[in-house]
C-alpha cells in the first residue's frame, strides 16, 4: 500500500485512505466517515460539506476502490497533498504533529522518486496505456503468487510460516526487533480486514474464564489465515524482503517461535 501513487486524473501525487488511517493510528472507516459523515446523520462528512459550498473536492480527496484478499471491493480515498493538510489542520497535539510529519515526508519520498526517473509521469496517451499495462501484469503475477500461497496454505498449518516470515521482517525491516514487527503486522491485518480483536479477545476470556490473553493468531478463524499469510507478504514486498525460499519450502516444517 506504500506505493508511489499518480492519479490519473489530474496526475496528482496521492496517499491512500488506509495508509492515512495508519498514520493516525485509527480505523479505516473512521477516516471515511470523517469524509463522508456518520450514517445515522448526525456528523456531516468534508466531503459532503465541500460539494455543498462549490469547493472542488477531488483537489483534496478522490474516491477510489480496492479489492481485499477475497475479492470484495470496497471504498477508499486517494488524498492529495492539499488534502492531507487539511486533514492535518484537524488533529491538534502530538497527533496531528506526528501525523504531518509522516505526510510530508512520504510526499517529499514521491518527489524523489520522480526525481530519479524511477517513475516517470505519463507525457501522452500512449505512455499511459503502457505503464498501464506493465503495472496489470505485474498485478497478475502478484495475484497469481497469492491464488498458489492460499492453495498451499489450506493443505498446511500456516502459523510457523507467517512467525518465520515476521521473523525475517523484524531482521531486515525492523533491526532485529521482533515485538516491533508484530506489531507492525498486527496492525495491518487488523485494518486491513476490519478484524475487531478485543471483542474476540473479550469473549474469549469470558467463554473459557482465563486470564491469559490468546495469541492473535489463535483468535483468527480460519478462514482469516490466507489473509493473514498475503498481508506479511505484502509487507515483506514493500521493504523488498526476500523470503522466496520460505515460500518454496512452505509446509516443510518451519520452525515455529
Known amino acids: 500500500m506504500n506505493e508511489l501513487k499518480i492519479n490519473g486524473i489530474n496526475n496528482t501525487q496521492t496517499i491512500d485512505s488506509r495508509e492515512i488511517a495508519k498514520m493516525l493510528d485509527v480505523q479505516h472507516y473512521k477516516i471515511l466517515e470523517k469524509l463522508e459523515g456518520t450514517k445515522d446523520?448526525?456528523?456531516?462528512?468534508?466531503?459532503?460539506?465541500?460539494?455543498?459550498?462549490?469547493?472542488?473536492?477531488?483537489d483534496?480527496?478522490?474516491?477510489?476502490?480496492?479489492?481485499?484478499?477475497?475479492?470484495?471491493?470496497?471504498?477508499?480515498?486517494?488524498?492529495?497533498?492539499?488534502?492531507?493538510?487539511?486533514?492535518?489542520?484537524?488533529?491538534?497535539g502530538e497527533k496531528g504533529i506526528i501525523f504531518s510529519a509522516k505526510y510530508v515526508k512520504r510526499f517529499n519520498d514521491m518527489e524523489q522518486i520522480?526525481?530519479?526517473?524511477?517513475?516517470?509521469?505519463?507525457?501522452?496517451?500512449?505512455?499511459a496505456l503502457l505503464q498501464l499495462v506493465d503495472q496489470v501484469e505485474i498485478n497478475e503475477v502478484l495475484d497469481k503468487e497469492n491464488e498458489l500461497?492460499?492453495?498451499?496454505?489450506?493443505?498446511?498449518?500456516?502459523?510457523?510460516?507467517?512467525?518465520?516470515?515476521?521473523?525475517?521482517?523484524?531482521?531486515?525491516?525492523?533491526n532485529g526487533n521482533f515485538g516491533?514487527?508484530?506489531?507492525?503486522?498486527k496492525k495491518e491485518i487488523l485494518y486491513k480486514h476490519s478484524i475487531n480483536l478485543n471483542s474476540r479477545i473479550t469473549r474469549y476470556l469470558n467463554e473459557t474464564g482465563k486470564k491469559t490473553k490468546p495469541k492473535t493468531l489463535k483468535?483468527?478463524?480460519?478462514?482469516?489465515?490466507?489473509?493473514?499469510?498475503?498481508t506479511i507478504v505484502s509487507m515483506c514486498r514493500e521493504k523488498k524482503i526476500d523470503i522466496s525460499e520460505l515460500i518454496k519450502n512452505l509446509g516443510s516444517g518451519l520452525d515455529v517461535i
Not at 474516491?63 to 484478499?69: E, L, P
Not at 526525481?115 to 505512455?127: G, M, R, S, V
Not at 516491533?180 to 503486522?185: D, K, P, S, T
Request: glycine share 4%; net charge negative; proline share 4%.
Open 149 to 174: 500461497l492460499s492453495a498451499k496454505v489450506l493443505e498446511w498449518d500456516a502459523i510457523p510460516f507467517i512467525n518465520a516470515c515476521v521473523r525475517q521482517y523484524a531482521g531486515e525491516g525492523c
Open 41 to 58: 446523520k448526525k456528523t456531516k462528512g468534508i466531503v459532503p460539506t465541500f460539494t455543498d459550498h462549490e469547493i472542488v473536492v477531488s
Open 114 to 127: 520522480i526525481k530519479e526517473n524511477k517513475f516517470a509521469l505519463p507525457t501522452t496517451y500512449k505512455e
Open 180 to 185: 516491533l514487527a508484530w506489531v507492525e503486522f
Open 219 to 230: 483468535m483468527l478463524d480460519d478462514s482469516e489465515i490466507p489473509n493473514a499469510v498475503s
Open 60 to 92: 483534496y480527496f478522490i474516491q477510489d476502490t480496492y479489492k481485499d484478499t477475497s475479492g470484495k471491493e470496497n471504498k477508499c480515498y486517494q488524498f492529495t497533498k492539499m488534502g492531507c493538510e487539511f486533514i492535518a489542520n484537524k488533529f491538534t
